[in-house]
C-alpha cells in the first residue's frame, strides 16, 4: 500500500470517527434535555428548584465537552491528512 493510499483509508476513518462523534453529541444533548425536562427544570413552573451539582448534569455536560474536543482534534488531523495527501499526489 502506498502512502496515498494509507493516507486515504485514515481519511475516511477520521470521517467515520467525526460522525460517530456527531451522532454521539446530539445523543448527549438528547438525554440532557431530556432528564431536565424529566427532572422538573424545563417547566414554566418548576416545583423546585433544579440542583446546580445534579450529577447527571454535570456528567452529561462534561462529556459533552469532551465530545467537542474530540471533534475539533479530529477535525484538525482530517485537515492536516487531506492536505497531506494533496502533497503525496
Not at 496515498?4 to 445523543?27: G, K, R
Not at 459533552?64 to 495527501?85: D, P, V
Request: hydrophobic residues 35%; glycine residues 2%.
Amino acid at each position: 500500500m502506498d502512502d496515498y493510499q494509507a493516507l486515504q483509508l485514515v481519511e475516511e476513518q477520521l470521517i467515520d470517527i467525526l460522525l460517530c462523534v456527531d451522532s454521539t453529541t446530539h445523543t448527549a444533548a438528547t438525554l440532557l434535555a431530556m432528564y431536565e425536562y424529566w427532572n422538573g427544570t424545563n417547566r414554566s413552573t418548576p416545583q423546585t428548584d433544579p440542583d446546580p451539582f445534579d450529577v447527571v448534569v454535570l456528567a452529561l455536560k462534561q462529556k459533552a465537552g469532551e465530545l467537542s474536543y474530540t471533534s475539533q482534534k479530529a477535525n484538525a488531523l482530517l485537515s492536516k491528512t487531506q492536505s497531506t495527501r494533496t502533497l503525496v499526489s
